[in-house]
T-cell receptor
Framework: ETGVTQTPRHLVMGMTNKKSLKCEQHLGHNAMYWYKQSAKKPLELMFVYNFKEQTENNSVPSRFSPECPNSSHLFLHLHTLQPEDSALYLC???????????FGSGTQLSVL | ELKVEQNPLFLSMQEGKNYTIYCNYSTTSDRLYWYRQDPGKSLESLFVLLSNGAVKQEGRLMASLDTKARLSTLHITAAVHDLSATYFCAVGKVKSSGDKLTFGTGTRLAVRP
């Protein structure tokens, strides 16, 4: 148990659907992250939130919309996705200035 | 732009053998991480290396860092099947806005009997 919980574990959606990914951390951290892991590509940082404020948007298309209502919860709202958005989406948290990120188990997303 | 390269991308090795995974990065960094990922699972932190010459060991894995060469190595000693996984290095820049990690493509390790 890493202390970072993601739901759902698997998600299949059509290109016209709207869905949300949820992440919750129980570690008392103040920074949360969304990463995308595609086959044969490095993990890509998507968004960073620090104390609920978005501090990084790594040129992510607007069909991905993050929300961070508090330091423990992070959402990724999805709408009108493309098949190439199929990937493993990983949430992570950290205590800023401390050594390492703690990752959740991820949501395996398939866009049909 | 920071780039992180790992090699090899895939490694098949026999149990009991030794091998090294290499991680090169393009610009100066605050810290270097090694992570392990099992299929369908999350990333597990293995090592954090903070300074030139840093060496850390855990069981059959040893990581080292040469900041002048911008190179980190992950050495596997007497491999066992349980070490089969994908290993990622990541290079970090500590920022007040949150730690930003740039990951390598990963090295998929398969240890065979």
């Amino acid at each position: 148990e890493t202390g970072v919980t993601q739901t759902p574990r698997h998600l299949v959606m059509g290109m016209t659907n709207k869905k949300s990914l949820k992440c919750e951390q129980h570690l008392g951290h103040n920074a949360m992250y969304w990463y995308k892991q595609s086959a044969k590509k490095p993990l890509e940082l998507m968004f960073v939130y620090n104390f609920k404020e978005q501090t990084e948007n790594n040129s992510v298309p607007s069909r991905f919309s993050p929300e961070c209502p508090n330091s423990s919860h992070l959402f990724l709202h999805l709408h009108t996705l493309q098949p190439e958005d199929s990937a493993l989406y990983l949430c992570a948290s950290s205590q800023v200035w401390v050594e390492k990120l703690f990752f959740g188990s991820g949501t395996q997303l398939s866009v049909l | 732009e920071l780039k992180v390269e790992q090699n090899p991308l895939f490694l098949s090795m026999q149990e009991g053998k030794n091998y090294t995974i290499y991680c090169n990065y393009s610009t100066t960094s605050d810290r270097l991480y090694w992570y392990r990922q099992d299929p369908g699972k999350s990333l597990e932190s293995l090592f954090v290396l903070l300074s030139n010459g840093a060496v850390k060991q855990e069981g059959r894995l040893m990581a080292s860092l040469d900041t002048k060469a911008r190179l980190s190595t992950l050495h596997i000693t007497a491999a066992v099947h349980d070490l089969s996984a994908t290993y990622f290095c990541a290079v970090g820049k500590v920022k007040s806005s949150g730690d930003k990690l740039t990951f390598g493509t990963g090295t998929r390790l398969a240890v065979r009997p």
